[in-house]
């Protein structure tokens, strides 16, 4: 007996072996395969009863199993293994059935072969209750190492989880403490650096249209070397640079200082000579560190322009005047302004109704159009200059007319021109 039950097994690994190689590579024949090798290492160990429940799963789903031979042949060793010679006759009349070529029935124990012929007589084959209680014991302890295996392995990823957080915790930990010195290290460096800008002030106001030097101290008070880099803002048409004590060329936008070290320049500017005298505009000069770009010193200054301030007024001597009326016509140029204002040029149209006579006390010319041009070489600051001239209104003025000349100031120096509406006076009768 034991000699056909190893020939059989080792036929069934053999034909295994061959439909596995040789079958085509869809997932419901690997299936049945899988399924028909966990129910015969069931029955290897022993377990009929999980044999039978995984032939009847073959079975049932794959119904055309090429295995459904040897799977009849299990069914029946298994049940009779397990004392239901019911089931193990009925597998064997199937097989014997399904299969009356096999070359399989030659492999058929004797015992099951005698089961087969009683059932098909109609007998009742008895349940074997001491195989039936052996074989539902194997069952229930190879369930109970399964369930203690399971468990293991729950166990086990739960201690490989919690040793994974536990590593994942560390790691964050260190992290964090690696950062927190990082930031504290960085607060101690930045609070190391200790630098001063000064820009020397009292230079005054600068002339429009000429150039400015405004001096400059950039010291390292701190106790370690250390590189800023420079920014100047100020208005773009004031052209600002910055250049050392005794180097005016090119713009300095780096320094590296030695701790204690003190860098003297100068902001070169030119003052735009569009400038208004008085007029006040920002310039600042910022040193950031090289290594931390939030960590920065700086210093402002006003720059204060200075500049002539010319106004210019246009009038008849008097306010009302008379048709025929001989008067004087009287230009005041002041100068309110912290600069002496040269080089003027001043050009007056008379009102339309008044008549040029002579006796101007400047040296003047006239143009084509009428308009006298007169030269002023230069008024003082909180001075005036006086041009009179002799004029005549038309005898043919009409009454309650307005009388208003134009006068136009140009500054030859600044090539700055400027436009005044004179005072008007009216005519009144006779």
Not at 69 to 81: E, F, G
Not at 163 to 191: D, N, P, S
Not at 396 to 417: C, F, M, P, W, Y
Request: contains cysteine; hydrophobic residues 45%; charged residues 25%.
């Amino acid at each position: 007996m034991k000699y056909v039950l190893d020939t059989l097994t080792c036929l069934i690994i053999s034909l295994l072996i061959v439909f596995i190689a040789v079958a085509p590579g869809n997932s419901a024949e690997i299936d049945d395969s899988a399924v028909f090798i966990e129910a015969f290492n069931a029955y290897q160990q022993k377990d009929y009863l999980l044999t039978i429940e995984k032939c009847d799963q073959l079975n049932q789903v794959f119904p055309d199993s090429p295995l459904r031979d040897v799977t009849l042949l299990l069914v029946a060793r298994a049940s009779l293994k397990s004392g239901n010679a019911e089931r193990a006759a009925k597998s064997i009349v199937m097989f014997s059935t399904e299969f009356p070529q096999s070359s399989l029935k030659t492999s058929v124990e004797e015992e099951l072969q005698l089961l087969a012929i009683r059932h098909k007589k109609g007998e009742v084959l008895a349940t074997d209750k001491i195989l039936q209680s052996s074989a539902q014991k194997v069952r229930s302890n190879r369930l109970a190492l399964e369930r203690a295996a399971e468990l293991k392995r729950e166990m086990e990823q739960a201690a490989a989880a919690k040793a994974e957080q536990e590593r994942l915790v560390r790691i964050k930990v260190e992290a964090e403490r690696h950062e927190r010195e990082r930031l504290q290290a960085e607060k101690l460096a930045k609070a190391s650096i200790k630098a001063s800008v000064t820009l020397h002030e009292g230079a005054g106001a600068f002339p429009v249209g000429a150039n400015g030097s405004l001096p400059v101290e950039i010291s390292n008070t701190g106790e370690n070397s250390e590189e800023l880099l420079l920014t100047i803002t100020a208005a773009k048409e004031y052209s600002a640079i910055l250049v050392g004590a005794n180097d005016h060329e090119g713009n300095i936008t780096r320094l590296q200082l030695a701790a204690g070290e003190t860098f003297k320049g100068a902001v070169l500017f030119k003052m735009p000579a569009e400038m208004v005298d008085g007029h006040r505009s920002v310039v600042k000069i910022k040193a950031v560190s090289a290594r931390f770009n939030d960590v920065s010193f700086q210093n402002e200054t006003v720059l204060i322009s200075s500049a002539p301030l010319v106004r210019a007024v246009g009038k008849l001597v008097k306010q009302k005047v008379t048709p025929g009326e001989k008067l004087r016509y009287r230009v005041t140029v002041l100068n309110a302004g912290s600069l002496p204002a040269q080089d003027l040029i001043v050009r007056l149209q008379l009102p339309a109704r008044i008549d040029f006579q002579g006796g101007a006390d400047v040296p003047f010319k006239q143009e084509p159009d009428g308009t006298l041009v007169f030269k002023i070489n230069q008024v003082e600051m909180g001075k005036l200059a006086e041009i009179n001239l002799d004029v005549q209104v038309h005898e043919d003025s009409a009454v309650g007319q307005e009388l208003r000349g134009h006068l136009e100031i140009i500054n030859g120096t600044l090539q700055r021109k400027e436009i005044f509406t004179a005072t008007a006076s009216v005519i009144q009768a006779k």
